[in-house]
């Protein structure tokens, strides 16, 4: 730099300084104030004081351009001068700020799992059918299980999927939508099925799953599908959240039939339900349950599904088996089953005989605990352990049975015959529509059902009982406590979720054989139930009846001999004369007899019972002849004498 130029710059900087003092000099104020202070002077080297806020980052400045590289005069001063060793500074150094601390980008995992269409594993059977055999001439065969080819293959369509890449911006909108409605949480997963697919919500700290799901609705709405479930997962800290897929995957019953889950299981009656959200095979063991409750209004596929149970027993049982009882009172459903060598009865169509039918059954039950008992078994199973045994063995079993009376002293007669033992098949109870029943024989109807419900299941006696309309006038508090198996289609409100399951949700079911299945102490499980077609039904049928006629017992519609009958409506708490009751009568026919009235109102008064009871004990003395039947004036005369 020259000298020229230093001297330029110094006058500029003098210049500049005069500027900042002329524009902050005040000279509103009067030195006489005496509330004025007068500004410090400023100097030339002092710097103006700054009132607006600064950046806390100043900009680098700019390198001034030289002419001439410049001289460091202190270079020498620089060399000698060594600081003192109890030298301290008197100010702060600068603070070192630190580089801002940019996150980590992390790649998002993938959060879909791969629908891996599982293999059908075949059972044993199917695969027997499917190998080619040689025909030779065989003699007739009593009785031969339906094939597998009578019902309908899978289509291999599975339907069309959604991407991975579809999929997660679902997952993505689903948790926008959920942002706007003020929950906080992470999809960690997307698991597609067969109809529906299931998000997996992680909520945020401190969020109720009861607020998740009181949102299915408006999910639903903002998510444009048909309705949406939302549930806790059993074992894991997620909600899941199923929405109904745009294509759904149509399950057949033969798919089911021919899986291990069914052919190869252990299962005394085995149920083939459908598949789980997963696309997983669900078998039920009817024996296990012990009784089911079906409920589902009208095209929910609850007759379809129905179908599809009887189908899996006539699959898996022979008639010696196992024999059913079909109560059809819309005698439209059931009726195409009639004449199948199954069935231990035509299907019953008239309400009056259904209530027959059940006493029969009760009857029936009552004698395999006595059989049982004096074989000294605990339940059906231990019953026809004891006679495979026996058979195998060529024995005989005794039982000791009346033959008159002695002519001398009247004493009873007693022999001892032997028989040839039959082991017991299993009965299973279906009734399509209960409401109807309730109509008609409400208190007879609930009574049949609770004594079977309560005690049936050790003689190999179970039901399964269908309703559309599950309401608590149908299924009383009585059935659904003896009823712990329920299965709950489409219904028209949650108050009939509530009925079934004792919970919502099967409001938001898609029907067309979509359920929640509420196993005996299990949680509910979402399954889509197969498909049978009414031509399926029929050739199976066809193909049961070229077996012969079936074996009907006279019983079961005609109901119980005079001699049981009282017994059983005893039983049951329909009628006839208890111990307490026939103590009461006795009472009362004393008080006529020695009184010499008889009145309704006078009974009651004596025996301080009700007027109810006292007017059936009045007309049992009418019937019996103790006393007349009332005259205009309501007396009646007493005809046996007086004590």
């Known amino acids: 730099m020259t000298a020229a130029q230093a001297i330029a710059l110094a006058e500029a900087a003098q210049m500049e300084a005069q500027d900042w003092e002329d524009d902050y000099a005040d000279t509103s104020w009067s030195d006489d104030d005496p509330g004025f202070t007068p500004a410090p002077e400023l100097s030339m080297r002092q710097e103006p004081p700054v009132f607006a806020a600064r950046p806390r980052v100043a900009a680098p400045a700019a390198a001034p351009v030289w002419d001439e590289p410049a001289d460091n005069m202190f270079a020498a001063d620089e060399a000698e001068w060594q600081p003192d060793e109890d030298y301290e500074p008197d100010y702060d150094p600068a603070p070192v700020m630190a580089a801002p601390r940019v996150a980590p980008v992390l790649d998002r995992r993938p959060i879909v799992q791969p629908a891996v269409k599982k293999p059908l594993q075949p059972s044993v059977r199917a695969q027997a059918e499917a190998q080619p055999s040689l025909r030779f001439e065989e003699p007739q065969i009593e009785y031969e299980l339906p094939p597998l080819a009578l019902l309908s293959a899978p289509s291999g369509n599975a339907g069309t999927q959604l991407s991975d890449e579809a999929l997660e911006e679902n997952a993505r909108m689903l948790e926008s939508v959920l942002d706007d409605y003020g929950v906080k949480g992470e999809i960690v997963s997307v698991r597609p099925g067969p109809v529906v697919t299931m998000y997996e919500l992680e909520p945020a700290p401190g969020l109720k799953a009861s607020r998740v799901i009181g949102l299915a609705d408006d999910i639903a709405r903002s998510m444009s599908a048909l309705s949406a479930r939302v549930s806790t997962v059993p074992g894991r800290s997620v909600i899941g959240i199923e929405l109904p897929n745009a294509h759904r995957e149509k399950v057949v019953l033969r798919e089911i039939l021919a899986s291990r889950e069914f052919g190869d299981g252990q299962q005394r009656l085995p149920l083939a339900l459908g598949k789980d959200i997963g696309g997983g095979s ?68 008239d309400p009056k005989k259904a209530v027959v039918a059940l006493k029969w059954v009760v009857g029936e039950m009552e004698e395999r605990y006595r059989k049982m008992s004096r074989m000294g078994v605990r339940n059906i199973e231990g019953y026809n352990g004891r006679v495979r045994e026996a058979l195998a063995k060529g024995e005989m079993f005794k039982r000791t049975i009346q033959t008159g009376f002695d002519d001398e002293t009247g004493d009873p007669v007693f022999e001892t015959e032997e028989f040839a033992p039959q082991p017991f098949p299993y ?157 009461l009568y006795d009472q009362a026919v004393a008080i006529v007899a020695k009184d010499r009235k008889c009145s309704t109102s006078y009974i009651q008064r004596k025996l301080g019972i009700g007027y109810n009871k006292a007017a059936r004990l009045v007309e049992q003395m009418e019937e019996e002849g103790v006393v007349t039947a009332a005259n205009h004036v309501g007396k009646r005369e007493i005809l046996i004498p007086e004590t």
């Open 282 to 349: 669900v078998v039920a063991n009817l024996a296990k349950m012990p009784h089911l409750l079906i409920a589902g209004t009208t095209g929910s596929g609850k007759s379809v599904a129905i179908n599809t149970m009887i189908l899996s027993l006539l699959y898996k049982l022979t008639p010696e088996e196992c024999r059913l009882i079909m109560i059809d009172p819309k005698m439209l459903e059931l009726s195409v089953y009639d004449g199948i060598p199954h069935l231990l009865s035509p299907v019953v169509t």
């Open 427 to 583: 009965i299973v109870v279906i009734v399509d529509e209960m409401a109807d029943l309730m109509m008609v024989a409400g208190k007879e109807i609930e009574a049949c059902i609770q004594r079977l419900a309560q005690m049936a299941r050790a003689s190999g006696i179970h039901l399964i009982m269908a309703t559309q309309r599950p309401s608590v006038d149908v299924i009383t508090g009585t059935i659904k406590a003896n009823f712990p198996t329920r299965i709950s289609f489409q219904v028209t409100s949650k108050i009939d979720s509530r009925t079934i399951l004792g919970e919502m949700g099967a409001e938001q079911l898609l029907g067309q054989g979509d359920m929640l299945y509420m196993g005996n102490g299990q949680r509910i499980a979402r399954i889509h139930g197969p498909f049978v077609s009414d031509e399926e039904v029929e050739e199976i049928v066809n193909h049961l009846k070229s077996f012969g006629p079936p074996s009907y017992m006279s019983g079961v519609v005609e109901g119980p001999d005079e001699d049981s009958a009282p017994d059983i409506d005893a039983v049951l708490g329909l009628g006839g004369n208890t111990d307490g009751e026939d103590a």
